[in-house]
């Protein structure tokens, strides 16, 4: 018997696992199969039912997998439960249970399994009571719930004359009809991914058309509460990635990304869309008319400005000790000193001074100072003319560097928004995970007249997704960034080891390759977002953007404030000193009287 039923499993082997890298043969102390092939092939004996994860998971990628044992059921429970719990993957593996004698419930057992559930390809060979037939039986997968794990019988083979009574394909494509089986589709409302009331959105389509391509039955699995939701090491949690860790559901959907860490727990399907993670920040404010005298010049210009101004008045004052030498009178020196000071000022001032010293030196000195002075004042002239015309503005926000230099607060509802992110060592990104804030809906929406910039989402389409909790006071209050914080791949969640993730894989290849998702997209936004919102948002770049071609306004008050103060307080500062000027010479004249 142990002959016939090695003939029967490497014909199997040999005429459906081509396409396999190698074997994982696993059998127990009273089994034994010898392998007849030119595929590789891991071979573990077992003493038990345990599964020595060393020896099995080791990245060989055996596809193929044969099984005989006296405990199937839970050699091969331990066995999808090791595949759940290691890295490799097992996408495309098929299963080949040979049974000893008087065995059969046994070995059939295994298609009522739980793990069954979520494998298609599984393959029961069975001695009948005349040891020279053997039935083969898998389970039929398809179907509503309660039909998927009906036994189904599939050919027999004789190993008289090694032949089959109907040649039957023993692995037929399950997958291709799945005659209304359930496909569980784990979401929340979250738009313009996934909209459950009626079933809609860019996620959720995918899905549904992957549904309908194979003739499943979709079940929505909703948890509005947990949103993204948290993933424990357990395997267990809430939301959409807790639910799929404990198979709640087949795909979990709603502008999920290849997140590190729960690549380790899920399959990733192909991308759908590009998304770009962004904010709303506080928009930047007027700077005040005060300033507007000393921003015509940045600050290394004025530094030069100075500079030159004590170069001067030090020329000013050699020329002015050879004129004037009188080494012993230090009376004489010190107003040789104010004399270039109040000269070189009078110069960079454009101001008219009495008399120049009549050396040649001197008229150089004082025709380059000249020269120096009049490019310094033109330029200003003009630098001050732009400032007066243009307003000036502080705070604005471009990009990640600007909000992480801003110490500004920003927040959603879930630790999704900064997951990318998270791990980043760059100083700008521990800056902003640093200020994220997680509140709820209704704190949020009470932020939206405080300075807290709101995460969102910059989509494919130029779309935006903005949480409810965002009035259209706040995004007035607010300007979109220029630039993304950073950007991320959305895709769909399936559970490790999925048989649809190959097939899910395509249709999201084909409806990207046909443009749907942006028609999706376009689509979504339109019947279920406000278009006045989204207009407001992409509006904000331009209407609070200093840079705009909206902010040339007419001169006004505001912006000659600056040097009306400036004047104003030269003018205090004159009065004052012409006060003291004269209480000092009333005084002086007293004390000449007496």
Not at 249 to 269: M, Q, V
Not at 483 to 505: A, P
Not at 523 to 542: E, G, H, I, P
Request: negative net charge; hydrophobic residues 40%; contains cysteine.
């Amino acid at each position: 018997m142990y002959l016939q039923i090695n003939i029967l499993a490497n014909f199997i082997i040999n005429k459906y696992f081509n396409n396999n890298n190698c074997l994982l043969i696993i059998t127990d102390r009273n089994n034994n199969f010898e392998y007849n092939g030119n595929l590789s092939y891991v071979y573990v004996k077992l003493n038990g039912i345990e599964i020595p994860y060393n020896l099995v998971f080791r990245s060989y990628g055996c596809q193929g997998i044969v099984i005989t044992c006296q405990s199937p059921v839970s050699i091969f429970e331990n066995l999808e439960l090791g595949m759940k719990l290691g890295s490799d993957r097992f996408n495309y593996r098929k299963y080949l249970f040979l049974t000893v004698t008087n065995q059969l419930e046994t070995s059939l057992d295994v298609l009522k399994s739980k793990a069954a559930e979520f494998v298609a390809d599984i393959l029961i060979v069975a001695v009948d009571s005349d040891e020279s037939i053997f039935d083969l039986y898998t389970h039929k997968f398809a179907g509503p719930k309660e039909k998927s794990t009906d036994i189904t019988w599939l050919d027999r083979w004789y190993s008289i004359n090694n032949s089959f009574l109907f040649d039957s394909n023993l692995y037929p494509d399950k997958l291709e009809n799945l005659e209304g089986r359930p496909f569980r589709i784990i979401c929340f409302t979250y738009k313009p991914y996934c909209i459950i009331d009626p079933p809609d959105g860019t996620d959720m389509l995918v899905a549904l058309e992957y549904a309908r391509k194979h003739n499943m039955t979709p079940e929505l699995v909703v948890d509005e509460a947990g949103e993204w939701g948290n993933l424990y090491d357990n395997w267990t949690g809430n939301g959409v990635v807790g639910n799929l860790a404990q198979d709640m559901g087949d795909i979990g959907l709603g502008a999920l990304y290849t997140w590190e860490r729960e690549y380790s727990f899920f399959d990733y399907s192909k991308p759908t869309m590009r998304s770009g993670i962004t904010c709303i920040a506080p928009a930047p404010r007027l700077a005040s008319g005060l300033a507007t005298p000393f921003v015509s010049f940045s600050m290394e210009l004025w530094i030069m400005t100075l500079s030159s101004y004590f170069l001067a008045s030090v020329a000013l004052l050699i020329v002015l000790s050879v004129t004037i030498s009188d080494e012993n009178d230090k009376k004489r020196n010190v107003n040789n000193i104010m004399l270039s000071l109040s000269l070189a000022g009078r110069i960079f001032l454009l101001q008219s001074f009495q008399k120049v010293p009549n050396l040649e030196q001197s008229r150089i000195t004082f025709g380059l100072a000249l020269i120096l002075s009049l490019m310094l004042n033109t330029i200003y002239s003009s630098g001050l003319s732009s400032t007066m015309t243009i307003p000036r503005y502080y705070g604005t926000i471009h990009d990640a560097d600007d909000l992480a230099a801003s110490e500004i607060k920003w927040g959603a509802t879930s630790t999704a928004w900064i997951e990318s992110i998270d791990s980043d060592s760059r100083k700008v990104f521990v800056h902003i995970v640093k200020n994220f804030q997680i509140l709820t809906e209704k704190e949020l929406a009470a932020f939206n007249d405080e300075d807290l910039a709101y995460a969102v989402e910059h989509l494919q389409g130029g779309n935006l997704a903005l949480g409810s909790y965002i009035s259209l006071d706040g995004i007035q209050r607010r300007r979109l960034l220029d630039e993304d914080l950073y950007w991320e791949y959305c895709v769909l969640m399936l559970r490790k080891n999925s048989i649809f993730l190959s097939s899910l894989n395509d249709v999201i290849l084909a409806v990207t390759e046909s443009g749907l998702l942006y028609y999706w997209e376009h689509q979504t936004v339109y019947k279920y977002m406000d278009m006045n919102m989204q207009k407001a948002v992409k509006m904000s770049l331009r209407a609070n953007n200093p840079g705009g071609s909206n902010s040339i306004v007419k001169l006004n008050l505001d912006h000659v404030i600056g040097a009306f103060t400036i004047w104003g307080v030269g003018i205090l500062i004159s009065i004052i000193v012409f006060i003291c000027e004269l209480i000092k010479n009333k005084y002086n004249r007293g004390d000449n009287k007496v």
